[in-house]
């Protein structure tokens, strides 16, 4: 089974550092990997997603990924943090069919001025 | 377009009662998905639909259940409310394909006491 390890529930940066939230996953297959994030009080949207080809992935908001098979890793960064970047952060991990997700148990970034 | 709705946002119920959550999306999206949301935990699958007419169960269905008898539409129903319902709960909706987004719902927030 699918499974994800975020390792840190919390991460905290001053506003201008680097940005580095971690995701392991276990995959018995060749993954499709997501990190989503969660605003307060509000649902899930997508950041970036690896699916196949360029391991370094982009996404939104200034956010890059990069799958690294032999790690099992697909670690989240961002060079300089924004106040607007303090939410949580969840890495998933493709289940199956029919776009079904396990996703880690997230991690919340705080940023400080 | 308005994405994907729930209603109600907030909601208490008693031990014992039923209630149901209702979700829509005008996206038409074949796929949606039901799940809670609780602190430290991630979100977990409840149930999840490829059609209308077709559900099946996800990681943690006990207490619910869930029809679809349109493509907008996919409630989920609490018989027998209990404490451990309490959760955020999230519906999403993916189109067909490989590794799509999954757009999610603003949440509703259940406390059952």
């Known amino acids: 089974a699918q499974s994800v390890t975020q390792l840190g529930s919390h991460v905290s940066v001053s506003e201008g550092a680097l940005v580095l939230l971690r995701c392991n996953y276990s995959?018995?297959?060749?993954?499709?990997l997501f990190w989503y994030v969660q605003y307060p009080n509000q649902g899930l949207q997508l950041l970036l997603k690896?699916?196949?080809?360029?391991?370094l992935v982009k996404g939104i908001n200034g956010f890059e990924a990069e799958f690294k098979k032999s790690e099992t890793s697909f670690h989240l960064t961002k060079p300089s943090a924004h106040m607007s970047d303090a939410a949580e952060y969840f890495c998933a991990v493709s289940d199956g069919g029919f776009q079904k997700l396990v996703f880690g148990t997230g991690t919340r970034l705080l940023v400080s001025p | 377009n308005a994405g994907v709705t729930q209603t109600p946002k907030f909601r208490i119920l008693k031990i014992g009662q039923s209630m149901t959550l209702q979700c829509t999306q005008d996206?038409?999206?074949?796929?949606m998905y039901w799940y809670r949301q609780d602190p430290g935990m991630g979100l977990k699958l409840i149930y999840y639909?490829?059609?209308?007419?077709?559900?099946d169960k996800g990681e943690v269905p006990n207490g619910y259940n869930v029809s679809r008898s349109t493509t907008e539409d996919f409630p989920l129903r609490l018989e027998l409310a209990a404490p451990s319902q309490t959760s955020v709960y999230f519906c999403?909706?993916?189109?067909?394909?490989?590794?799509?987004?999954?757009?999610f719902g603003p949440g509703t927030r259940l406390t059952v006491l």
């Open positions: 995959s018995s297959v060749p993954p499709y």
């Open positions: 639909s490829v059609g209308a007419g077709i559900t």
């Open positions: 999403a909706s993916s189109p067909v394909g490989t590794a799509n987004e999954q757009f």
């Open positions: 690896y699916t196949t080809g360029a391991t």
């Open positions: 996206m038409n999206h074949n796929y």
